[in-house]
């Protein structure tokens, strides 16, 4: 199994970034895919979920309305969008795959990639 993310980097406040996770060695479609990201000093956050199959996303409040989640199941990748980003934006975004069926729970997560944003 391996994920990898990919498109941090540093912006600055108002500006956009957009985030990709490669996934292989499982059955992508399978599992609903995350977007999460961790500050220094601060707990792990949830940014964003979205569906194996695409049909429904969910988005932290803080996020709402500036991030978006799209996934290409043909190209096993998940994206963030990004805009209007904030310095309270800056963290470490990590990418995760889960799959809950018949009392089982499958969950792989990425590296993560650095996202900055200052001026």
């Known amino acids: 199994v391996q994920i990898v993310e990919s498109g941090g980097g540093l912006v600055q406040p108002g500006g956009s970034l957009r985030l990709s996770c490669a996934a292989s060695?499982?059955?992508?479609?399978?599992?609903?895919m995350s977007w999460y990201r961790q500050a220094p000093e601060k707990e792990r956050e949830l940014v964003a979920t979205?569906?194996?199959?695409?049909?429904?996303?969910n988005y932290a409040d803080s996020v709402k309305g500036r991030f978006t989640i799209s996934r290409d199941n043909a190209k096993n990748t998940v994206y963030l969008q990004m805009t209007s980003l904030r310095p309270e934006d800056t963290a470490v975004y990590s990418c995760?795959?889960?799959?809950?069926?018949?009392?089982?729970?499958?969950?792989?997560w990425g590296q993560g990639t650095q996202v900055t944003v200052s001026s």
């Open positions: 995760n795959a889960r799959l809950l069926w018949i009392g089982k729970k499958w969950d792989y």
């Open positions: 979205i569906t194996s199959a695409g049909g429904s996303t």
């Open positions: 060695g499982f059955t992508f479609s399978r599992y609903d």
